[in-house]
Every structure is written in structure tokens, then in C-alpha cells.
């Protein structure tokens, strides 16, 4: 797999075509699927809007990606992660299929997961976007059943384009001809874009802000759309952003005709780890028994700022970040929000990852944006020097999801 070619990024639906058509065309034999875009939440949505389904009954095949700690997390076929036997067949099968013909990873492990789901009766898959929307290989699905798109950002400049526009454009991407979509918060500019490619398309739109409300309230979350409204538990994925999240995927449950025992299930069930994750047991929870550990996999300017508002929003404590980055993200917009609620950042490489961002170079984007920073070997050295001087910290570990999936890999 690691071998193929093109290695780097290179958006065009071409090569699926090609390779969905040897595989004898399984995106044509899909149930009803759901598609989500954005930067920032597709994947918190997308496991909220699985367990609202999964709670009605109902069985759901569910594509994501990157994977954190195995490879198998990005294939869910009825509800569990792919056997290592069915993946390795299904992978030798795709390449057997594609030959000698240039493919990507991404494209033919994407194939790979449209061929099980064809091939396994469901009520409902769940396709999340790669990166984009337009080109993105999961764009191959003619007529999905509805589209998501969640909170637009600056991320993946090099791929997706320069301004808010122009990313919103990508994402819009996945709409298609009469297909509702449902549209979590948006900046102004984005949701231009989104709504023009909407009118020219046909969509009907389920926008936040206008068709469907949410917000915590008194310690509930309240969702009002035109059908009325649910008054929730707040959703069980930590902070203030995962109201928004879980409004999108409410706002789907709802149009695809499901009642308040799927939406509560939605934001009571949902499992998805590495966003602002509390790590309890494990390794580095034993060496840091009185402290307070968490993981989250955030990694541009947005994530950051959600970050800092979940930590504000949780009960003082001394404020501890490890982090590591890769060398394609926009590091100092990811720590600005960071600099007011951080005491220090020890700044650590990514290990095993080729494209981790110098330590070196982390500590000093913290120290641009007021962060008092230093450089640790690993993640385990850093906690060791944070809690030798302060045992009962609240220490973060965050920067990417590659670091994050390394974490949960050591800790168990």
C-alpha cells in the first residue's frame, strides 16, 4: 500500500472512476448514504448522526478517516470495525483490480470500503470526506440521500485554495442535483458560496441559523427547528463546539424521520475518541496518577479555538499543553487562542510521522504567541517533567491526530 503512486495528493475522481469500474461499479450498489464535508467536525457528526441511527435499529456502515490507532477504524461495516481478514482481501482484490495503474492510498482504501459496503446489507452508510469535497474520492456517490457540511475553515490552503470562498467551494463540492443538506455554522462568506451552488443545484438547504437552532441551556441542550423542540442531555463529546456538532447531526436524524430516542442517543452514545478525550487509564495515566490527562487531535486556527474554549470551560486548574505538529499546518494561528489559558507548552516530534514539524520550530511558534515553551524527547518525558513539579496539572497532549493516534496506540 505504501508503495503506490502517486504518493502525495492529487485531487481528480478520474482514477476512481477507472477502478470502481473494474470492481464492477459498488458505489452503485450502496444503501442510503449520507455524505458529510467541512473542516472542522465532520467526524464528531458523523459518529453522532451513526449512533442516533444505530439506536433506532438500524444497521450502519460508516467510512472515516485518518485512522487513529489501527487502519481498520476507517471501514465500519454494520456497526463493527472490518475483520483483518475481510481487509486484507478486500485490499488484495482492489489492487488486483487496479494492476499497474496509478492510484493513491486514500482512493483505493476508499474503494476498498465501498466494495464491503456493497457487499453487506444495511440500512444507511456514512461516507466522510478526505480532504475537500469536489475531487475528494468519496465524491462518487450520484445521488446520496443527504449531504452535511460542516463548520468551514482556513485548513489544506495548498489543496483547497487561499480564501474562505474559495474552501466553501470544495466542500460544496458534494452536493448534488435535489439533494437536501444540512448546514452546520458557517462565516458569512462560506455560506454564499454554499447557498449559490445550492440554487443552481436544486438543493434544499437545512441551514443552522435559519431552519434548525441550538444552544446549551441551563445545563440542557435545546435544538428548535419547524417540527419544534427537543429539549436534550449536552452531548457526551466535551466542549462548547459539539453543540454545534450535535445540531447537524440532529438536524439529519430529523429530516430523515427519526424521533427523540434517536437524536438523545445522538449526543448520549456517540463515541470518538481523540477530541478533548479524558485519558483514564493506560501507561501515562499510571506515571501521572493525581493529574488530569486529555487527548485531542485538533490542528488548525479552529480547532485551536475550540480547544481553548473547551478548557475554559472546564473547573480551573494549572494548565499544561504537550504538543506536536505537522510542518503543513498553520501552527501559531493554531496556538494563538491556546496563549491566554496555556501556563506552558513542551514542545515534542511527532514519532514515526516523516512530516512532524521540528520541535524545535513548535516551541518557537509558542514562544511568538506568549507561550512559555521547551523541547522534550517524547510525550512520556514531558509529562514526567510537567507533573515532577506540578503532580496534580490538567495536562493536554494535542497538534495532530498522527500524535494522537500514537498515544492511544502506547496507552492501550
Not at 450502496?30 to 439506536?55: D, Y
Not at 427537543?230 to 447537524?248: K, S, Y
Not at 509529562?383 to 500524535?403: F, T
Amino acid at each position: 500500500m505504501m508503495s503506490l503512486h502517486p504518493k502525495v495528493i492529487d485531487l481528480t475522481l478520474d482514477r476512481m472512476h477507472r477502478l470502481l469500474a473494474a470492481l464492477g461499479h459498488p458505489e452503485h450498489r450502496l444503501p442510503p448514504v449520507i455524505h458529510i464535508a467541512g473542516t472542522n467536525g465532520k467526524g464528531s457528526t458523523q459518529a453522532m448522526i451513526r449512533a442516533g441511527l444505530e439506536a433506532a435499529g438500524q444497521r450502519v456502515h460508516a467510512y472515516t478517516s485518518p485512522h487513529l490507532a489501527r487502519f481498520h477504524e476507517r471501514i465500519r461495516i454494520a456497526g463493527k470495525l472490518i475483520s483483518e481478514d475481510d481487509l486484507t482481501a478486500l485490499l488484495d482484490e482492489c489492487s488486483a483490480a487496479n494492476g499497474t495503474e496509478a492510484i493513491t492510498f486514500f482512493e483505493i482504501t476508499t474503494a476498498a470500503g465501498l466494495l464491503a459496503f456493497a457487499r453487506t446489507p444495511a440500512d444507511a452508510a456514512l461516507l466522510e470526506v478526505g480532504l475537500g469535497g469536489r475531487l475528494d474520492a468519496t465524491n462518487v456517490i450520484e445521488t446520496p440521500r443527504l449531504t452535511v457540511i460542516t463548520p468551514v475553515s482556513i485548513d489544506h490552503q495548498q489543496y483547497l485554495g487561499d480564501t474562505l470562498a474559495e474552501i466553501a467551494g470544495e466542500k460544496a463540492g458534494i452536493l448534488k442535483r435535489g439533494v437536501p443538506c444540512v448546514v452546520g455554522p458557517q462565516a458569512p462568506e462560506g455560506l454564499e458560496v454554499i447557498e449559490a451552488r445550492a440554487a443552481r443545484l436544486g438543493v434544499p438547504l437545512l441551514a443552522y441559523g435559519q431552519h434548525w437552532h441550538v444552544q446549551a441551556e441551563h445545563g440542557r441542550l435545546v435544538y428548535q427547528d419547524e417540527t419544534g423542540l427537543l429539549d436534550l442531555p449536552l452531548p457526551c463529546l466535551p466542549g462548547p463546539h459539539q453543540i454545534q456538532n450535535a445540531g447537524a447531526a440532529i438536524a439529519a436524524l430529523r429530516h430523515l424521520g427519526h424521533d427523540e430516542h434517536a437524536c438523545e442517543a445522538a449526543v448520549t452514545q456517540a463515541e470518538w475518541p481523540a477530541r478533548m478525550q479524558r485519558l483514564r487509564r493506560g501507561p501515562l495515566i499510571e506515571k501521572a496518577p493525581q493529574a488530569e490527562v486529555w487527548l485531542d487531535g485538533g490542528h488548525n486556527p479552529a480547532g485551536g479555538q475550540a480547544i481553548a474554549a473547551t478548557l475554559a470551560s472546564l473547573p480551573p486548574r494549572p494548565t499544561h499543553l504537550i504538543c506536536g505538529m505537522l510542518n503543513t499546518k498553520d501552527v501559531t494561528g493554531y496556538m494563538r487562542p491556546l496563549a491566554g489559558i496555556a501556563e506552558t507548552l513542551t514542545a515534542v516530534a511527532i514519532p514515526g510521522e516523516a512530516n512532524t514539524l521540528p520541535a524545535e520550530a513548535t516551541q518557537d511558534a509558542a514562544r511568538q504567541v506568549g507561550i512559555p515553551a521547551m523541547i522534550a524527547e517524547s510525550v512520556a518525558e514531558a509529562l514526567g517533567a510537567i507533573i515532577a513539579k506540578e503532580p496534580q496539572a490538567r495536562v493536554l497532549i494535542c497538534g495532530s491526530l498522527y500524535l494522537a493516534g500514537a498515544i492511544l496506540r502506547e496507552n492501550g
